[in-house]
Structures are given as C-alpha cells and as structure tokens.
T-cell receptor, first 114, second 114 residues
Framework: KAGVTQTPRYLIKTRGQQVTLSCSPI?????VSWYQQTPGQGLQFLFE???????NKGNFPGRFSGRQFSNSRSEMNVSTLELGDSALYLC?????????????FGPGTRLTVL | AQSVTQLGSHVSVSEGALVLLRCNYS??????LFWYVQYPNQGLQLLLK??????LVKGINGFEAEFKKSETSFHLTKPSAHMSDAAEYFC????????????FGKGTMLLVSP
C-alpha cells in the first residue's frame, strides 16, 4: 500500500496570510491526525479526525482548523499566520481496526512564515 | 494524563558500540508505547511498538525495546550501531482509548562516529 502523502512539501507564506495543507491517508485508514513539530516545543498534537468528525483537539488557538472528507483525505487550515506558526506539520493515519493506536506518518509539510 | 521523558537530548556512540536510548513514561492507564525515528527532512518512521503482548519487542533495523512496568520504562537498544542509525528518535505513548492521540517525548539525537 502507498504510504501517507502530504502536499505541498514546502510552503513559504507571510504573516497574516492563510494556508491549507493536505493529507491523504493510507488506503483503508479512516483516522487522520495532525501534529506540529518545532525545535522549541517538539511534537504537539493538533487534532484527530475519524469519519469526517473531529474527535479530539489539542491545545491550539482557533486559527488552526481542519476537516476530513468522505474519502478520509484531510486538510488543515491556519488563518492569520504568525511567525511562530513556522513548523513541520505532520499528518498521520491509523487503522483503528488494529486496535493498537498505531499511527503512520507522512513526510510532512514544512511551513515557513516570513 | 500521560507524559514521556527521554533522558538525553543527544547521545553519541562509536560505530559498532551498543546503542541505548532511554524513555520513561507516565500514564494513568496501561499504555501503548512506540518508538519512531526521524531522518533529516523526513517524517516519522515507526521502529517498534508495545501493545501488551510480549514485553520485549523487536523492531526494524535491529532495534528492540523492553517494557518494564515496575520502572515505567521503555528503553530502546541496538547491539551494534551503524552510521546509518544517526537520526532523531522519539518515544511516544497513547492511552488505548481507541482513538489516536500520541504524546511524544522531546526526542534524542543519536550521533554515530566512525
């Protein structure tokens, strides 16, 4: 099976703009999670979607939002970008039928905010 | 609540030497535990996982980890380091709630010298 794919791989934006990142999970996986990775804060959970519903959300401001489509593909959106939003955004998918909470990660989208 | 502590932000070994990366967890319920590896400019790759079967878990690339409940530890080892093992390693925990929310440690950078 193909792995988790994320597009685009790199993005450069300026403060105040908004951005949309896309994630396609492994075929058959219905759970998609998003994480932010920064040198200072490490890996932090953003949110998790399952069957188009957000089931869990991390401690991030409302500028960070997401959605999931009926084919399990997911997007996350960040509005009114700030310099501190520069990070590697990782998407992960899971087959919850495994019942082991195992997540498989994509290569990430590197967002730079100028 | 759950948390993960990885002792040592950097570990240096010589090629051929034993690799030991330490991970201690805190969880109010029996956890699932994971080790991931991240190479530069890439996403996270699953090395191995503990999901309450055998306490000694073997993973890819010759790595293994032992779950010790009494010590709340899940240390990662490899008998003989290879130059290609140089990367950042992350320990993570979930609370087996049936949905995927990983809590990560801060990561340990493994440096391998010839």
């Amino acid at each position: 099976k193909a792995g988790v794919t994320q597009t685009p791989r790199y993005l450069i934006k300026t403060r105040g703009q908004q951005v949309t990142l896309s994630c396609s999970p492994i075929s058959g996986h219905r759970s998609v999670s998003w994480y932010q990775q920064t040198p200072g804060q490490g890996l932090q959970f953003l949110f998790e979607y399952f069957s188009e519903t957000q089931r869990n959300k991390g401690n991030f401001p409302g500028r960070f939002s997401g959605r999931q489509f009926s084919n399990s593909r997911s997007e996350m959106n960040v509005s009114t970008l700030e310099l501190g939003d520069s990070a590697l955004y990782l998407c992960a998918s899971a087959d919850l039928a495994e019942n082991t909470d195992t997540q498989y990660f994509g290569p990430g989208t590197r967002l730079t905010v100028l | 609540a759950q948390s993960v502590t990885q002792l040592g932000s950097h570990v240096s070994v010589s090629e051929g030497a034993l690799v030991l990366l330490r991970c201690n967890y805190s969880s109010s319920v029996p956890p699932y535990l994971f080790w991931y590896v991240q190479y530069p400019n890439q996403g996270l790759q699953l090395l191995l996982k503990y999901t309450s079967a055998a306490t000694l878990v073997k993973g890819i690339n010759g790595f293994e980890a032992e779950f010790k409940k009494s010590e709340t530890s899940f240390h990662l080892t490899k008998p003989s380091a290879h130059m290609s093992d140089a990367a950042e390693y992350f320990c993570a925990v979930t609370q087996r709630k049936g949905y995927s929310t990983l809590t990560f440690g801060k990561g340990t950078m493994l440096l391998v010298s010839p």
